[in-house]
């Protein structure tokens, strides 16, 4: 209880003077990201030709107008460094296992299982340090018995995974990078025998993606996460998901290569020219510190052609929301945007620090590439989005009635995710542990009445997940989805959210059942370009269906952003409205549903929302000279959020400075609208397999 002041927890109130919680390897004589990079070989693995099991491949029929597939592209397994620290042993065949709708255990003894099984899944452990802590938590390996190991070594055994472990972990945690990574500058680690760790584990999680991926009906990527960050704690992290697995690299590119993304760039076009084709996915921008979508590049200086086009060739899409927070707007940027304050997490990424809005958030990003674009730059952040959960225990914990968290054994309980508050007893026990130096001020936090654990989690969110529409559930059909960024993100729920835009759309067919096929037809989907037709003003074809085990829905939304005069703008327009509901013209909103929420039990209103939304939209304050991204975001009626669920189980009143309810919802990647004499710095062709007259005009290059 004491040590919970920690890296993934953080504690007390803090200003942006506050050192960082993060393990320092300053007592190896360097800064925590030392200025030398580990050289990494262009080995590669080969694997042989797959036979599909005997089953398998047997699903449905390609769709021509394609279907919706839900999955999570970000998932850690106990060969990630933290996750086993945190107690997790579930392996990446766990992962798949869960995904698959089986019920796995959970660190801290439980069974956690899926309210249906997903579509897809990627394991993503992180690169730095690959399978290093498992290796140093057996006492059967060589590396195991260096002195560095120690603090790792049997951390996970049966009889040490209760409560009282925490402080060992915490400290395991702070220590045995540093001394790692020391070891390894110094030549007291020999830097082979760690790279054979990581090349075992790397083949082991090849191995079970190549497992359980089963075409047509499940499918598995191969994947990690290059986890950097810039010098004042902004989270620059990325999911690296490959495309197929006939050729890989022998060692995945980490933070050790380098610390500059860039770096990361070079390294996947050196890939895609050796036939190995992958894309990298920035995650958690609202932790970055305005650092993930900053207007010039790592060396300061200001963004070039080459450097968007390289940008956007290997990082065509953004992980808009998961476990630690939401990235798509914050309140400073978006004023008048009622919907702005969803799941904000506003700190620097594991630390306490506080995240500068500018930079950090989807919307400001879309907007700032226009303005990039008003002065002739490639814009860079021209991205798709999509959701994911950064689960650290192998199960993405997507449901606000059943949270489990992310690290383990240390937010395994509500009182430890800080929704519960600390008996007398505790709270007193505390207290005197403060007072005389055994534990660090701040430990409690004192809301109302209560007091609570000090922790960053109460800003922690049920997790995201990731959509695709794609003719059939394989890893090239999903993998060109992404591409091609028809994608979206979901706060957690199956909402399906279509979105098309065009000039020839025919109403009397929209009302058809071939409204599918005519919109791809004769206009764009999601992800794309929409180049000018005269003065014409496009029509917006949205709608979204709801998630049967979900709320109905309350009110479509398209959010836009433009540029006049090199200055951009925002505005959201509610366009179609639940319960027969007519959008205000003057405020552009939707009249109240009347939807509630008893928190007493957290039933909410089942008899207004809708099962599905559909609108044919005109922006009114359409300019044909301006360009300008839009983009759908729909609103389900409120219910509870995880918080309340925590507290009404424990039969205590909700924490009063938490949201009691939110409302889940989901985002469409956008659609940009050329003004005439404008055109993409690149284009990609429909590729094969497009419905046939597919217009699909995108910056992203090959």
């Not at 997490?345 to 930079?359: D, L, Y």
């Not at 490639?378 to 009635?401: C, M, Q, R, V, W």
């Not at 949270?403 to 800080?418: A, E, N």
């Not at 508050?421 to 936090?445: D, K, M, N, V």
Request: hydrophobic fraction near 35%; proline fraction near 7%; glycine fraction near 8%.
């Amino acid at each position: 209880m004491l040590l919970l002041c920690s890296l993934p927890l953080g504690c007390g109130k803090d200003t942006s003077d506050n050192e960082d919680p993060l393990p320092s390897f300053e007592n190896a004589g360097r800064r925590r990201f030392p200025d030398e990079s580990f050289a990494i070989g262009d080995e590669v693995v080969e694997l042989p030709a797959r036979q599909e099991p005997s089953g398998t491949g047997q699903g449905p029929r390609p769709n021509p107008v394609r279907n919706a597939y839900f999955g999570d592209l970000h998932v850690h397994t106990t060969y990630s460094f933290d996750a086993y620290a945190f107690g997790t042993t579930a392996t990446p065949q766990d992962a798949y296992r869960y995904a698959l709708g089986e019920a796995i255990q959970h660190p801290a003894g439980f069974d956690v299982e899926l309210r249906e099984p997903l579509d897809f899944y990627a394991v993503t452990d992180h690169a730095m340090f690959l399978g290093l802590a498992a290796a140093a938590g057996d006492s059967a390996t060589e590396f195991s018995k260096l002195p560095s190991s120690e603090p790792m070594r049997d951390i996970n055994a049966p009889d040490n995974m209760g409560f009282l472990s925490i402080g060992q972990r915490l400290r395991a945690f702070a220590t045995f990078i540093p001394q790692t990574l020391s070891g390894l500058l110094d030549g007291s680690i020999d830097a082979e025998s760690t790279t054979a760790i990581t090349k075992s584990a790397w083949r082991e999680i090849i191995d079970a993606a190549e497992e359980f991926n089963d075409p047509g009906r499940f499918t598995t990527f191969v994947a990690y996460e290059y986890t950097s960050s810039s010098d004042d704690s902004g989270n620059l992290h990325r999911n690296v998901v490959f495309k197929d697995s006939r050729r890989l690299p022998a060692v995945p590119f980490s933070r050790f290569h380098s610390q500059n993304p860039e770096g990361l760039w070079d390294w996947m076009d050196g890939l895609r020219a050796a036939g190995i084709e992958s894309l990298a996915i920035p995650h958690n921008s609202n932790g970055s510190n305005g650092q993930m979508f900053k207007l010039v590049d790592w060396a300061g200086d200001p963004m070039d052609d080459a450097y968007a086009v390289r940008r956007l060739r290997n990082e065509p899409i953004v992980e808009v929301t998961q476990v630690k927070g939401t990235s798509e707007t914050h309140p400073s940027l978006s004023d008048n945007d009622e919907w702005a304050e969803f799941e904000i997490m506003p700190f620097r990424v594991a630390t306490t620090k506080p995240s500068e809005p500018q930079g950090s958030y989807v919307r400001d990003a879309l907007r700032r590439g226009l303005a990039l674009e008003s002065k002739g730059v490639t814009n860079p952040y021209k991205f798709g989005l999509i959701g994911s959960s950064d689960t650290h225990t192998g199960a993405a914990s997507e449901d606000e009635a059943n949270f489990f968290c992310k690290v383990g054994i240390l937010d395994s309980t509500p009182l430890l995710r800080g929704s519960v508050p600390l008996s007398t007893w505790q709270s007193l026990a505390i207290g005197a542990a403060e007072l005389f130096g055994l534990a660090p001020a701040g430990t409690r936090t004192e809301v109302g009445d209560r007091n609570y654990i000090s922790t960053v989690t109460p800003t922690f969110g049920a997790a995201g997940l990731a959509a695709v529409w794609a003719e059939e559930n394989t890893r090239e059909s999903l993998y060109r989805a992404l591409r091609r960024k028809e994608a979206f993100a979901t706060s957690g729920n199956r909402i399906r959210v279509r979105f098309f835009a065009g000039f020839g759309f025919d109403r009397a067919k929209l009302d058809s059942p071939e409204a599918v096929a005519h919109a791809y037809r004769t206009g764009v989907s999601m992800g794309s370009d929409l180049a000018a037709r005269g003065q014409q003003a496009p029509h917006f074809l949205a709608w979204a269906t709801r998630d049967p085990k979900g709320a109905p829905l309350q009110r479509l939304q398209i959010v836009k952003g433009w540029e006049n005069g090199g200055e951009t703008y925002e505005k959201v327009f509610d366009a179609a409205c639940s319960d027969g509901g007519q959008v205000d013209p003057a405020s552009h909103r939707c009249p109240d549903n009347g939807a509630t929420v008893d928190l007493s039990d957290c039933s909410y209103s089942q008899n207004v929302g809708a099962s599905q939304l559909q609108t044919l939209w005109t922006d009114p304050e359409f300019d044909p000279s301006q360009r300008a991204f839009y983009y759908v975001r729909v609103l389900e009626n409120p219910t509870c959020r995880w918080s309340t669920w925590d507290a009404l189980r424990a039969g205590v009143e909700p924490r009063s400075d938490l949201a009691k309810t939110l409302q889940e919802r989901a985002w469409s990647s956008p659609i940009w609208y050329i003004p005439q004499g404008d055109s993409p710095a690149d284009t990609v062709e429909p590729q094969s397999g497009e419905p046939a007259g597919a217009e699909i005009v995108s910056s992203a290059p090959r």
